[in-house]
């Protein structure tokens, strides 16, 4: 359920210097719709469910889960940080632990990429099984400058799209946005046309509505932490709660072509707390 967006995409191009070869074409027919869940009772992750214990409605319409897997397909970590001025200093050695923790806690399957913003977008890591490229473009931070919070979640949601493993998106910032040229909206539009679950994490007193509603419609969570001290072990329990994700996947049946999709997820004979995206937008942008 991939779609590119022409005119978001040429704004982000021409006006802030994206390269455009660095922009996948998402498809743009909906054949299969893939759902990561995340199920819990009083917080503790409830394991070993089967298809047949969730349903799955569209629409209002419930659909034939046809796939499924827990904890085994290969990861697609993309992270977006950042690099405004307010980042000089201890925060950028916090954020830089971080980051290595994460990679650390890769498998040789998975993948990892980096996308770093301020006043403008630099030429971002793709995704990469190459994690020690990674690191070296973490290891060449330089902060400077200000906060185009926005553009940066978009760059992050155009180096997701591959059918091969489950796209994470960690976006950190410790800063309110003053600069994007694209709007949010068209933002939340792009992230609803994606697989990719967005997991944001900001320092207190700088959060970010944008940031909650991206993470929120796409099934993930929004981090508000108390200081950048607290990156390392939020951003390890942010990808190990999302390994233990369950995936659902099916195929539309019984619902329109284009619009928007609402999705409920329930677990059967259970009332557990499930984290999930809200639904996806197919059509014409």
Request: overall charge negative; hydrophobic content about 40%.
């Amino acid at each position: 359920m991939r779609t590119w967006l022409p005119g978001v995409a040429g704004a982000l191009v021409m006006s802030v210097g994206f390269d455009a070869a660095q922009v996948p074409t998402f498809r743009s027919q909906v054949d299969n719709v893939r759902v990561d869940v995340l199920v819990t009772e009083d917080r503790r992750l409830v394991r070993g469910l089967n298809a047949s214990d969730f349903e799955v409605t569209d629409n209002g319409v419930v659909q034939q889960i046809e796939y499924m897997r827990f904890e085994e397909l290969p990861l697609n970590v993309i992270m977006s940080f950042d690099m405004s001025s307010s980042m000089i200093g201890e925060r950028l050695e916090h954020l830089l632990v971080a980051a290595h923790t994460v990679l650390d806690g890769l498998s040789p399957q998975d993948r990892a990429a980096v996308v770093l913003f301020n006043d403008l977008l630099r030429r971002p890591t793709p995704l990469t099984a190459d994690l020690q490229l990674v690191r070296k473009a973490l290891d060449l931070l330089e902060p400077q400058g200000l906060t185009a919070l926005v553009d940066g979640t978009y760059a992050g949601l155009t180096l997701a799209g591959s059918d091969a493993g489950r796209d994470l998106l960690l976006i950190f910032s410790d800063g309110v946005d003053t600069v994007s040229l694209l709007p949010p909206s068209r933002v939340l539009e792009a992230a609803r046309r994606t697989d990719a679950t967005v997991y944001s994490v900001t320092v207190r007193g700088t959060g970010s509505q944008f940031l909650s509603d991206v993470s929120r419609d796409t099934g993930g969570r929004s981090v508000e932490i108390q200081s950048t001290t607290d990156l390392q072990k939020t951003f390890v329990s942010i990808l190990e709660e999302f390994r233990q994700r369950y995936v659902l996947s099916f195929t539309p049946r019984g619902v329109p072509n284009t619009g928007w999709h609402r999705l409920e997820v329930r677990v059967k004979g259970r009332r557990p707390t499930i984290t999930a995206r809200q639904g996806y937008f197919v059509g014409p942008t």
